[in-house]
Every structure is written in C-alpha cells, then in structure tokens.
C-alpha cells in the first residue's frame, strides 16, 4: 500500500470522526436547546416555587440530568422531592435557596455523565433551573411583603377608626353622666339622636373591614352635599363649627369620613375644655375642583410641631397623641383622590381640602 493511499485513509478516517463529533456535538445542542426552552416556558407561568421542580423535571431529564433532589424547610415545615433514578458516582450540581428564615432548600442535580461537552450542557441547565427558582421564591416574598404591608396599613387604619368611635361613646357617657336635669339629659340625647347615624356607618365601616364583608365588591363613588358631612363629623366629635357655603363632591364616603373624623379628632377633646372656641369651614367651587378652609384654634395645651411635621406619622401634637390623625386623614384624601395640606398661624392651624367635585 502506497503512502500516498495510507495518507488519504488517514484524512477520511479524520473527516468521519469530526463529521461524528460535530453529529453527537449538534444533538447535543438541539436537545440543550429543547430543555432550556421548557425551562424559560416555566418562567412564564404562575406556578408557586415548590411546584418548580416536579414542573421542571421533564425538562431537566431532556437535557441530560439524570437525578434532582430537594430538602429543607418552607416557612418551618420540612419538604423534601426526588425525581429520576438514583445517582451513580457523578459529581452532584449543588445550590441552596433562601429567604430570610422562611425558606431554606438545598437542591442536588445529577448529570447522566461526569465527563465533556454533555456534563457542560447539564451545569449550564441546572443553571437556568436555580435562577428560575430564585426568581420564584423572590416573586414569593415580594407578594407576600406587600400582602404584609396592606394588612398593617389596614390594621393602623382599624386601631385609629376604633379609637376615634371609643372616644365618642367616652364623650357621650360622659356627658350623660354629668347631666344634672332632665333639660340637660334631653339635649344629649336630642346629640346622640343626631350623631348616632354617623357613628353607626363608623362601626359598619369597621366590620366590613375586619369581617371582610363584601370583600370582593369596591366602595362606589357618592355624590356628597360637603356642608352635612363636616357638620356630622364635628357633631360625632362633639364640637361647634360653623360652616360657610356648601358644595358637592365625588368621593368615597368612607374615606372622607375618616379624614374629617381624623381632623377633628386631633382637637376635639381639647375644644371640649374652652367653651369659646371653635372651628370655622369656608367652601368654594372652582371649575371641577372643591376648597375647603378648616380653621382650627392653636391652643397652648398643643405641641408647636414644625410645618414639615404635621403629616408624618408618629408625630404627635398633643398629649397622648398617637401622631396618627393627620397622617391618615391625608392619606384617605389622596386615596380618594383629593389633596390636604396645611399653614401653620400664630392662632390657628388652616387646613386646605382639595376635593375633586360631583357633575352638576
């Protein structure tokens, strides 16, 4: 055999071992390509985290893992999953999950083969399957936060709400208490007939919150006449105001109720102590836009709080104040889709509603 036959062997017998390579590199390839494709399907769906696995399984032993197993806590209880056969002498891919104390899982992947491209492709998916699963369990938690956050807002909401209808039953027994003839009892009651309405929709308001009572239904928007409802919220706060003008907005009843209510809160029971002083409402119309001036006498018993403070939460005023009242009232005014601000006089606090007006 000449050389020249030998050498022409030799470069066929090396072309059909790269043409093989290149054969079993593509399939390779193709079937990587297949699993990570499922795998960032999953990434669409809504699945919750410990489902991922059994999800991704099909996947995973498509793309040359051979064995996956997970154990660990999730929020305390202990789980643990096996899928695909048992796993021989291969080196495990290992990762652990974690969120806080909640959840810890470790997970082990084993490939069909400790060896070359094929182990490559493996590590690269096992991969893909972890930030698939981080990103799950990070989606978990953020959810669950904000779920955590609106049941403490709602809980402070509640506490306030609570504290202001408790303080009206104290202001009310107590000045029954004091009446000293049946004149003084008539006037509290001809009070409590007026008020009562008000406070009744206060504690309607507080079940249907803590029972979750027509949960699913949304408060509907109301066309409110401005005027009663400043002079039912300060009647239910048992002081004097005198109101100027009247005119129509579209609110949430409830949350305009909790703004005058938080407002008046503030001061009620100091009003209570000076018989002379009270508080003056001026409402004006401007194209779709409501104003409403309430002028609140700085008595001497409140704190000289610094303007900028006066809607952070936590600081009060006013003895055993909560530092609550203002935060909320301008909070439920912006959720209804108004504005509050203040100014700050030697004399009086004016607080400024902006409230969006009913269609006339």
Same mark, same amino acid.
């Given at each position: 055999?000449?050389?020249? @036959?030998? #050498?022409?062997?030799?470069?066929?017998?090396?072309?059909?071992? &790269?043409? !093989?390579?290149? +054969?079993?590199? *593509? $399939? =390779?390839?193709?079937?990587?390509?297949?699993?990570?494709?499922?795998?960032?399907?999953?990434?669409?769906?809504?699945?919750?985290?410990?489902?991922?696995?059994?999800?991704?399984?099909?996947?995973?032993?498509?793309?040359?893992?051979?064995?996956?197993?997970?154990?660990?806590?999730?929020?305390?209880?202990?789980?643990?999953?096996?899928?695909?056969?048992?796993?021989?002498?291969?080196?495990?891919?290992?990762?652990?999950?974690?969120?806080?104390?909640?959840?810890?899982?470790?997970?082990?992947?084993?490939?069909?083969?400790?060896?070359?491209?094929?182990?490559?492709?493996?590590?690269?998916?096992?991969?893909?399957?972890? @930030?698939? #699963?981080?990103?799950?369990?990070?989606?978990?938690?953020?959810? &669950?936060? !904000?779920?955590? +956050?609106?049941? *403490? $807002? =709602?809980?402070?909401?509640?506490?306030?709400?609570?504290?202001?209808?408790?303080?009206?039953?104290?202001?009310?027994?107590?000045?029954?208490?004091?009446?000293?003839?049946?004149?003084?009892?008539?006037?509290?009651?001809?009070?409590?007939?007026?008020?009562?309405?008000?406070?009744?929709?206060?504690?309607?308001?507080?079940?249907?919150?803590?029972?979750?009572?027509?949960?699913?239904?949304?408060?509907?928007?109301?066309?409110?006449?401005?005027?009663?409802?400043?002079?039912?919220?300060?009647?239910?706060?048992?002081?004097?105001?005198?109101?100027?003008?009247?005119?129509?907005?579209?609110?949430?009843?409830?949350?305009?109720?909790?703004?005058?209510?938080?407002?008046?809160?503030?001061?009620?029971? &100091?009003?209570?102590?000076?018989?002379?002083?009270?508080?003056?409402?001026?409402?004006?119309?401007?194209?779709?836009?409501?104003?409403?001036?309430?002028?609140?006498?700085?008595?001497?018993?409140?704190?000289?709080?610094?303007?900028?403070?006066?809607?952070?939460?936590?600081?009060?005023?006013?003895?055993?104040?909560?530092?609550?009242?203002?935060?909320?009232?301008?909070?439920?005014?912006?959720?209804?889709?108004?504005?509050?601000?203040?100014?700050?006089?030697?004399?009086?606090?004016?607080?400024?509603?902006?409230?969006?007006?009913?269609?006339?």
């Amino acid at each position: 055999m000449t050389p020249y @036959l030998i #050498l022409s062997l030799i470069f066929v017998a090396a072309g059909l071992v &790269l043409l !093989a390579v290149v +054969a079993y590199l *593509a $399939r =390779l390839v193709r079937r990587h390509r297949r699993a990570l494709s499922a795998l960032l399907k999953l990434a669409k769906s809504d699945l919750d985290p410990l489902q991922l696995p059994a999800a991704a399984w099909p996947a995973l032993a498509d793309g040359g893992i051979k064995r996956l197993d997970f154990s660990g806590r999730w929020f305390g209880q202990p789980v643990q999953g096996t899928f695909g056969a048992a796993p021989d002498t291969s080196r495990p891919f290992s990762f652990k999950i974690t969120a806080s104390d909640d959840i810890r899982l470790d997970f082990h992947l084993y490939a069909r083969t400790d060896r070359g491209e094929a182990r490559l492709f493996s590590e690269n998916l096992a991969g893909v399957f972890r @930030l698939l #699963l981080e990103t799950a369990v990070h989606s978990k938690m953020q959810a &669950l936060s !904000a779920a955590l +956050a609106e049941q *403490a $807002r =709602l809980t402070l909401y509640l506490q306030h709400d609570l504290r202001n209808l408790a303080q009206w039953v104290e202001w009310l027994a107590a000045d029954f208490a004091d009446a000293r003839d049946d004149s003084a009892l008539l006037d509290v009651a001809r009070r409590l007939g007026i008020g009562a309405p008000h406070a009744a929709a206060r504690a309607r308001h507080i079940l249907d919150a803590t029972c979750k009572r027509n949960a699913s239904v949304p408060p509907a928007l109301q066309t409110i006449a401005l005027r009663e409802a400043i002079a039912q919220a300060a009647e239910h706060a048992g002081i004097p105001v005198t109101i100027e003008q009247d005119a129509f907005v579209l609110l949430q009843r409830d949350l305009l109720d909790r703004s005058l209510d938080n407002l008046f809160a503030n001061v009620a029971s &100091l009003l209570r102590q000076h018989p002379g002083r009270n508080i003056s409402v001026v409402i004006s119309q401007t194209d779709d836009k409501v104003n409403v001036r309430i002028q609140i006498p700085r008595l001497a018993e409140i704190a000289r709080l610094p303007p900028e403070k006066l809607f952070e939460p936590f600081a009060s005023g006013r003895p055993g104040g909560l530092g609550l009242g203002l935060y909320q009232a301008h909070k439920s005014l912006r959720e209804a889709g108004g504005d509050l601000l203040a100014e700050l006089h030697e004399d009086n606090i004016c607080f400024m509603l902006n409230l969006p007006a009913a269609e006339k």
